[in-house]
């Protein structure tokens, strides 16, 4: 597991609240952001995308919000569920090419 | 679904020996990714590559990484000779279009440097 490196900040949230984890990027030039989900020994999967001419996009049980004033991020996960314990990574585009630059994450642990 | 796929799952290898990382990216794709993630830490991302070409790279991969896409399936990560700070997850991931566009990735490779 991930018991060393990198303190994982950590949400806790009951079954079936609702779940609102953030991310703050650092490059005001970057114009497309996903957020990943990923479960321990897995890589990450895509959950969510939104490019930087919109605010804001509506998957299945999930919201993505951007706020590019403030350089912000967050993902709202609707009546969490058990299986959506993971940690949760925002990804920025920061440039012309197509690297991919990770944040911290954070470790969403849903209570039954 | 399609899905990339990486072999091995884990590698343990020591010190000095070169590896090859194997990764199948989903068939009609056209661009390919190598991240890297130290236990515990961000994910990092190593190099792109696409027409047969690395199209960016971090500092991260330096001299002693190449990459290669030997036939119409195959993508792979070679470390030339391992250090035992490379002991990482190797995450291949591959893309169908440019940028601003999802890239899907593996499960994954463990490299254990001893």
């Known amino acids: 597991g991930e018991s060393v490196g990198l303190h994982l900040p950590t949400l806790s949230v009951q079954e079936g609240d609702n779940s609102i984890i953030n991310c703050a990027y650092s490059?005001?030039?970057?114009?497309?952001f996903i957020w990943y989900k990923q479960e321990s020994g897995k890589g990450p999967q895509f959950i969510i995308d939104?490019?930087?001419?919109?605010d804001k996009r509506q998957g299945q049980r999930v919201t993505v919000l951007l706020n590019k004033t403030v350089k912000h991020l967050s993902l709202q996960i609707a009546a969490t569920q058990p299986g959506d314990s993971a940690v949760y990574f925002c990804?920025?585009?920061?440039?012309?090419?197509?690297?991919?630059?990770f944040g911290g994450g954070t470790r969403l642990m849903v209570k039954p | 679904e399609p899905e990339v796929t990486q072999t091995p799952s884990h590698q343990v290898t020591q010190m000095g020996q070169e590896v090859i990382l194997r990764c199948v990216p989903i068939s009609n794709h056209l661009y390919f990714y190598w991240y890297r993630q130290i236990l515990g830490q961000k994910v990092e991302f190593l190099v792109s590559f696409y027409n047969n070409e690395i199209s960016e790279k971090s500092e991260i991969f330096d001299d002693q990484f190449s990459v290669e896409r030997p036939d119409g399936s195959n993508f792979t990560l070679k470390i030339r000779s391992t250090k035992l700070e490379d002991s990482a997850m190797y995450f291949c991931?591959?893309?169908?279009?440019?940028?601003?566009?999802?890239?899907?990735f593996g499960p994954g490779t463990r490299l254990t440097v001893l």
């Open positions: 939104i490019r930087s001419n919109m």
């Open positions: 990804a920025e585009n920061p440039h012309a090419g197509n690297m991919l630059t």
């Open positions: 490059n005001s030039a970057s114009d497309y």
């Open positions: 991931a591959s893309g169908g279009q440019g940028r601003n566009n999802e890239q899907f």
